[in-house]
């Protein structure tokens, strides 16, 4: 009843999946606007990539720090304060691009800042949303991050060029100010009465009974199987030169195409799981994008090839991730006291084989070439998608026959 009494007074799905704009801001500043920056100023392409390897590392360690979003305030208060905590940092970050060292720690700090955001966001909406609901917010959560970053990556770099000095870089990071307006029309469920009175070491007691939860350790095993990585989306950008596309016809893609791909993949979401249950939306999507990988190898390389395979990996990997959205917000339900917590922890398992796969696509370019990588990336998820369908449905026969059985 608490839940229908909430979404009532919420705004649309649609808006309220905008909440999760910092994350895209801030990536777009940590993965864009500060390599491009240092690149103008002549830093090592060595240094460069250490600093975006370095702020990366908060999407998968996050959960260590997320557990604090279900103490003592409400995670409406978390999400103002990691949001503006977040735009404050992309601007410092932005100011101090000639100190490599300062930058790898502003750079991290300001990721830490936008992924406890998205945690306490995503945490806060699961538990305001009603099950049937949460197909579309799902969508939407991933639609809205896509659009964060390809919006932060095409003006960043422009209001910081053409403002006066200073006056860019604080531009910049209002942009992560712009959800916070909306954080104040969600109602917020009170903080846990429990989780805040109780002592730290209680707490931290309660935050590991999280992984004692068979739903949760097979979400985990879930996600870090590399069913849908597609590791290639973010490898290809850096591969125009096999397929003859100019830098400019690379960066129209990467930034435009990619974008509105991104967005209408997140979107097709919604309509797949009204007729599919999220876990087999979730491995169909895998299993189609590897099969466009495949499709991939034959294709002439041309700035066209070049183009189609961009758009169809990101768009493809998009929903991907807006499938994995729906999973976890389902799975956190609702009336969760550790809802941030258990949010985190699965957004950090889905994260991972996007890291492990980027270096396995990697090395299987450099040692066989481009045909040799698409092989390699689309076999792997062939194989995890098929492990994981054999394993949910034994699950579920299992799960059948327990109810059975009760019965």
């Known amino acids: 009843m608490a839940v229908n009494r909430f979404m009532r007074k919420t705004p649309p799905l649609w808006l309220m999946g905008f909440g999760n704009l910092p994350i895209g801001f801030g990536g777009a500043v940590t993965l864009v606007t500060v390599p491009q920056l240092m690149a103008a100023q002549g ?61 790898a720690v502003l750079a991290t700090a300001q990721s830490i800042a936008a992924y406890l955001n ?17 197909g579309t917010l799902g969508g939407w959560f991933q639609a809205s991050n896509v659009a964060g970053f390809g919006v932060g990556a095409a003006v960043a770099i422009l209001l910081i060029r053409h403002l006066p000095p200073g006056i860019g870089a604080v531009t910049v990071g209002l942009l992560g100010f712009i ?58 950008s850096g591969l125009g030169k096999d397929f003859g596309a100019s830098e400019e016809f690379v960066g129209t893609i990467a930034g435009a195409g990619v974008t509105v791909a991104g967005v209408v993949g997140s979107l097709v979401v919604p309509r797949l799981i009204r007729g599919m249950p999220p876990q087999r939306v979730y491995l ?31 768009g493809i990997q998009a929903a991907a991730f807006a499938a994995s959205f729906v999973i976890i917000l389902q799975a956190v339900g609702e009336d969760n ?71």
Not at 45 to 57: D, F, G, K
Not at 119 to 124: I, L, S, T
Not at 364 to 391: E, K, R
């Open 284 to 314: 169909a999507i895998g299993a189609v994008g590897a099969v466009f990988t495949l499709l991939m190898i034959p294709m002439p390389r041309t700035s066209l090839t070049f183009a189609l395979a961009m758009i169809g990996e990101n």
């Open 337 to 407: 006291p550790l809802a941030a917590t258990q949010f985190a922890l699965l957004n950090a398992a889905s994260g991972l084989p996007l890291s492990y796969m980027q270096f396995v696509d990697g090395n299987a370019y450099d040692h066989g070439g481009l045909n040799v990588s698409y092989m390699t990336d689309a076999v792997i998820s062939l194989i995890a998608c098929t492990v994981l369908i054999l394993l949910l449905r034994k699950r579920r026969r299992t799960e059948g026959a327990a109810l059975g059985a009760g019965a």
């Open 118 to 134: 998205q945690a306490a966001v995503g945490g806060w909406l699961s538990s305001v949303t009603p099950p049937e609901a949460k």
């Open 43 to 103: 830093i090592a392409e060595s240094q460069i990539a250490w600093v975006t390897s370095i702020s990366l590392i908060p999407g998968f360690l996050n959960f260590l720090l997320a557990p604090l979003l279900d103490w003592r305030l409400t995670r409406r208060t978390y999400a103002i304060i990691m949001a503006a905590l977040a735009g404050v940092l992309s601007t410092v970050t932005l100011l101090w691009t000639e100190n490599v060292a300062l930058l």
């Open 179 to 236: 959800p916070i307006p909306l954080y104040f029309l969600i109602p917020a469920p009170p903080a846990d009465a429990k989780l805040g009175h109780e002592s730290f070491g209680a707490f931290l007691r309660d935050v590991a009974s999280v992984l004692r939860r068979s739903n949760v350790r097979w979400l985990i095993f879930f996600f870090v199987m590399p069913a849908a990585s597609f590791a290639l989306s973010n490898t290809l």
